[in-house]
């Protein structure tokens, strides 16, 4: 019994050696770092502090939960991701300005087909007696050519027929060609001006009242100078529409035209102040500033607009003030130019939705009515479908082939 007693404390003095000796062993080691603390994923958020972003910023590191494998096995960690980067929205090339009227003339004359088709038809007739040039005319003021124009135009017409004699289907469109084009005026000079001699930038305002598209046309317009190979500065003055100023500043951003904007319901003339001032220190070629659509029957409103004029005139005279009519409101069209050029000195004319009519007449009425010439006109929806007024492919348009 003794013996077994003695064995068994031999045996426990062995293992406590041998034990003390791995310690010892282990000590003079180093150790492998500790796995890494598995966050509590299940816990909640801490809230953050007044002042901090509750979301991670776009232009910092992000981190996300991975299983990595470890010596002890896998465990969730926190791993970092290259931080998000914005890509700068692609600059688009608009079409050459050049011609766009003529590449257009097909949507423009299925538009337009009833006033040209209207008085071809008319005029073929074998006999062409006071009642058929009644139809005639009433065919013109229908189109919004406008009282005068009309008995011009008719009066003119009836003289040629008259000597003419016998009429081919050739002969009279060539008839009818000659006296739209004296209607329409092929002598005035309709670039927009935008080069002045001495100085840079050139300033161009746009005007109209709400709904005409204005903010739109001042978009397209920044696309048509981008076009022709120059630099723009947009200036987004109206401050009262809440989504005007982005839906500028996308416009420019397309074609690579920086937009000046300032506070919703601020002031618009300090906006169009900065944006010249900008487009000054950058150098560019061109500064288009976009006004508040306003009611031409809203005194205060339009007194506003020349106040914008007079602050932009404190950089350099303004170049070019565009009045953006609505090809559709016809004869109600008038009024509001009458009133528009009372306020500003209007010194062109942009007729959209043109496409959208057969009154195409509007553009003999509103030159005579303002003694300035329309510009450009807008024939449809499309980014590229602002195109530079040319007489010859308008009138071509209206009569057909």
């Given at each position: 019994?003794?013996?077994?007693?003695l064995?068994?404390?031999?045996?426990?003095?062995?293992?406590?050696?041998?034990?003390?000796?791995?310690?010892s062993?282990?000590?003079?080691k180093p150790?492998?770092?500790?796995?890494?603390?598995?966050?509590?994923?299940?816990?909640?958020?801490?809230?953050?502090?007044?002042?901090?972003?509750?979301?991670?910023?776009?232009?910092?590191?992000?981190?996300?939960?991975?299983?990595?494998?470890?010596?002890?096995?896998?465990?969730?960690?926190?791993?970092?991701?290259p931080?998000?980067?914005?890509?700068?929205?692609?600059?688009?090339?608009?079409?050459?300005?050049?011609?766009?009227?003529?590449?257009?003339?097909?949507?423009?004359?299925?538009?337009?087909n009833?006033?040209?088709?209207?008085?071809?038809?008319?005029?073929?007739?074998?006999?062409?007696?006071?009642?058929?040039?009644?139809?005639?005319?009433?065919?013109?003021?229908?189109?919004d050519?406008?009282?005068?124009?009309?008995?011009?135009?008719?009066?003119?017409?009836?003289?040629?027929?008259?000597?003419?004699?016998?009429?081919?289907?050739?002969?009279?469109?060539?008839?009818?060609?000659?006296?739209?084009?004296?209607?329409?005026?092929?002598?005035?000079?309709?670039?927009?001006?935008?080069?002045?001699?001495?100085?840079?930038?050139?300033?161009?305002?746009?005007?109209?009242?709400?709904?005409?598209?204005k903010t739109?046309?001042?978009?397209?317009?920044?696309?048509v100078?981008?076009?022709?190979?120059?630099?723009?500065?947009?200036?987004?003055?109206?401050?009262?529409?809440a989504?005007?100023?982005?839906?500028?500043?996308?416009?420019?951003?397309?074609?690579?035209?920086?937009?000046?904007?300032?506070?919703?319901?601020?002031?618009?003339?300090?906006?169009?102040?900065?944006?010249v001032?900008?487009?000054?220190?950058?150098?560019?070629?061109?500064?288009?500033?976009?006004?508040?659509?306003?009611?031409?029957?809203?005194?205060?409103?339009?007194?506003?607009?020349?106040?914008?004029?007079?602050?932009?005139?404190?950089?350099?005279?303004?170049?070019?003030?565009?009045?953006v009519?609505?090809?559709?409101?016809?004869?109600?069209?008038?009024?509001?130019?009458?009133?528009?050029?009372?306020?500003?000195?209007?010194?062109?004319?942009?007729?959209?939705?043109?496409?959208?009519?057969?009154?195409?007449?509007?553009?003999v009425?509103?030159?005579?009515?303002l003694?300035?010439?329309?510009?450009?006109?807008?024939?449809?929806?499309?980014?590229?479908?602002?195109?530079?007024?040319?007489?010859?492919?308008?009138?071509?348009?209206?009569?057909?082939?």
């Amino acid at each position: 019994m003794e013996t077994v007693i003695l064995a068994v404390v031999i045996a426990v003095v062995v293992i406590g050696a041998l034990g003390g000796l791995i310690v010892s062993s282990r000590r003079r080691k180093p150790l492998p770092p500790p796995p890494p603390k598995t966050p509590d994923i299940t816990a909640p958020p801490a809230e953050p502090h007044v002042g901090d972003e509750a979301e991670t910023p776009r232009d910092e590191p992000r981190r996300t939960i991975e299983e990595v494998d470890l010596p002890g096995g896998s465990a969730p960690v926190a791993v970092e991701e290259p931080p998000v980067v914005e890509e700068a929205p692609e600059i688009e090339i608009p079409e050459p300005t050049a011609g766009r009227l003529v590449r257009l003339r097909t949507r423009l004359s299925r538009s337009q087909n009833a006033l040209g088709k209207g008085l071809l038809t008319l005029l073929s007739r074998e006999h062409l007696d006071d009642e058929t040039w009644e139809e005639i005319e009433d065919t013109l003021l229908t189109a919004d050519v406008g009282v005068q124009p009309t008995l011009e135009l008719v009066e003119g017409l009836r003289e040629r027929v008259k000597v003419l004699g016998t009429r081919t289907p050739e002969e009279l469109r060539g008839l009818l060609r000659e006296e739209l084009l004296k209607l329409v005026g092929t002598d005035v000079d309709r670039s927009v001006k935008t080069e002045p001699e001495d100085r840079k930038p050139g300033i161009v305002m746009v005007v109209g009242v709400n709904g005409t598209g204005k903010t739109t046309t001042t978009g397209k317009l920044a696309r048509v100078l981008v076009a022709d190979g120059r630099t723009v500065v947009l200036g987004a003055a109206d401050t009262f529409r809440a989504a005007a100023a982005d839906q500028l500043q996308t416009w420019g951003e397309r074609v690579g035209a920086y937009t000046v904007r300032g506070p919703e319901a601020g002031d618009p003339a300090s906006v169009a102040f900065d944006a010249v001032k900008e487009g000054k220190e950058m150098g560019v070629d061109v500064v288009l500033i976009d006004t508040a659509g306003r009611l031409h029957t809203k005194t205060g409103l339009m007194d506003e607009l020349g106040k914008v004029k007079r602050v932009v005139e404190k950089h350099a005279p303004l170049d070019e003030v565009l009045l953006v009519l609505d090809a559709t409101t016809g004869q109600n069209g008038l009024v509001q130019a009458r009133v528009f050029a009372e306020v500003v000195d209007i010194t062109g004319i942009v007729l959209t939705k043109l496409d959208g009519t057969a009154k195409g007449g509007i553009v003999v009425a509103v030159q005579r009515e303002l003694g300035v010439p329309v510009k450009l006109v807008g024939l449809g929806e499309g980014a590229d479908d602002l195109a530079p007024f040319e007489p010859e492919a308008f009138v071509d348009a209206l009569i057909g082939d």
